[in-house]
């Protein structure tokens, strides 16, 4: 299983960017999918969660953030709306082929290479 990120860059303060995951697999619809982010010099953390079904999302801050998944294109997305300086970070998308929603990267069991969003002031 393979996962591509796309979709970061350099935004000002208060703009908005929609990530992009797509997943080479024929199974995704089984796949619980999430993002992380991981600013320098700290932990990866988590950001939103989207179970198998799309029916729940999970947020680690809801309001600003919106994930969703499109099973027929393999793909998950996070649009980020009035992005913030401290919002600045790799964001990885992940994905776990069991049952139930995780916040905790250590139940994730495939990563994409991760996305830079830089959010300037």
Do not use: H
């Amino acid at each position: 299983v393979q996962l591509q990120a796309s979709g970061g860059g350099l935004v000002q303060a208060g703009g908005s960017l929609r990530l992009s995951c797509e997943v080479s697999t024929r199974t995704f619809s089984s796949y619980v999918m999430a993002w992380f982010r991981q600013a320098p010099g700290k932990e990866r953390a988590f950001v939103a969660a989207i179970d198998r079904a799309g029916g729940s999302t999970y947020y680690a801050e809801p309001g600003r953030f919106t994930i969703s998944r499109d099973d027929a294109k393999n793909t998950v997305y996070l649009q980020m709306n009035g992005l913030k300086p401290e919002d600045t970070a790799v964001y990885y998308c992940a994905s776990r082929f069991r049952t139930g929603v995780a916040r905790t990267a250590v139940a994730y069991d495939y990563w994409g290479q991760g996305t830079q969003v830089t959010v300037s002031s």
